[in-house]
């Protein structure tokens, strides 16, 4: 028997929907980014999030069952982020999406955001093997998990301070190079020689698989003031800085698949559509002889594809009441 699932993603400045069929796979996704017009404040504005979130997510709701050529009373579920993320921005998508749940008279089907990271390379790759490392690299979450099945996560290592996504968004930010601050640093580093500086690669020293950001930004800032400042010593410390996060997750990789022996690593999240980090980690794989999986491209970043998805693997413990509940603050694992 097949599943519809509709997905609705809107935990930050991203608004999302998809069309998941258990049988068929993907059938739809699409996205509005409202990365524009954040971009002069230097960073998301949570007011701004949630009132684009209510512009455009119904409309994208009809594009994607459009696109699917399904109609909603098709359905089976929907699937919406209930957390982690911005409040207001998270109720955008649990409201609708539970509301139109119970309009329909389908199930609904509340998915933790990072769960839908974790399982998007799955999305393309149904020959993934369990159990698994899973390297979650996002805005706001740093993570080595070990994966046992779908479902069963432990989290064996995570960021002390600052996320991935967030080191290279402050990081970009303190190079003046505008938001969002990943894409930026990357495309810039392109044109600089990683040798030019020498970064450290934090919290490798010692044993443990947790990781340290926040000292890398400071390290770049301090290393910009005492060059030429010129455009060459900006692409030279994009590089550089790319290459010690990149070097520095290989690092953690590499022990987490030892201590626990499994033999395939997933990288997913915002920051794993980073080349340099992805180049790193399949030549890390390769001499180590484990397999290693991103996702497309595409669904590095949030999307709603990754939302369906995950749901469609909860829809035997859907949500029984009515509420619209959201956790901002959702712990994973
Ligand atoms: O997963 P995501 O879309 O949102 C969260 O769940 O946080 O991740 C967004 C993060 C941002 O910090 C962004 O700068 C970073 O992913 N990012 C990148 C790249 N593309 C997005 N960081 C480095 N290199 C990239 N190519
Ligand atoms: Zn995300």
Known sequence: MSNLVLGIESSCDETAAAVYDTRRGLLAHALYSQAAQHARFGGVVPELASRDHIRK???????VLEQAKIDKEELTAIAYTK?????GALLVGAAVGRSLAYALGI????????????????????AIEFPFVALL?????????SVQDIGKYQVIGESVDDAAGEAFDKTARLLGLGYPGGPALAKLAVKGDARAYQFPRPMTGKPGLDFSFSGLKTHAINTFKQSDKNAKAKADIAAAFETAVAATMAIKCKRAIEQTGFKTLVVSGGVSANLTIRRTLLEFAEQKKIKV????QEFCTDNAAMIAFAGSFYLDV??????????????FG
């Open 137 to 145: 690299v996002s805005g706001g979450h740093t993570m080595l998990v």
């Open 107 to 126: 199930k609904a089907v509340p998915v933790h955001h990072m769960e839908g990271h974790l399982l998007a390379p799955l999305l393309d790759d149904s």
């Open 57 to 63: 997510v119904l409309p994208l709701v009809e594009q």
């Open 318 to 331: 859907a949500q029984d009441d009515l509420d619209i509940s959201v956790d901002a603050r959702w712990g």
């Open 293 to 296: 999986h991103f996702p497309r």
């Open 83 to 87: 957390g982690p993320g911005l409040i």
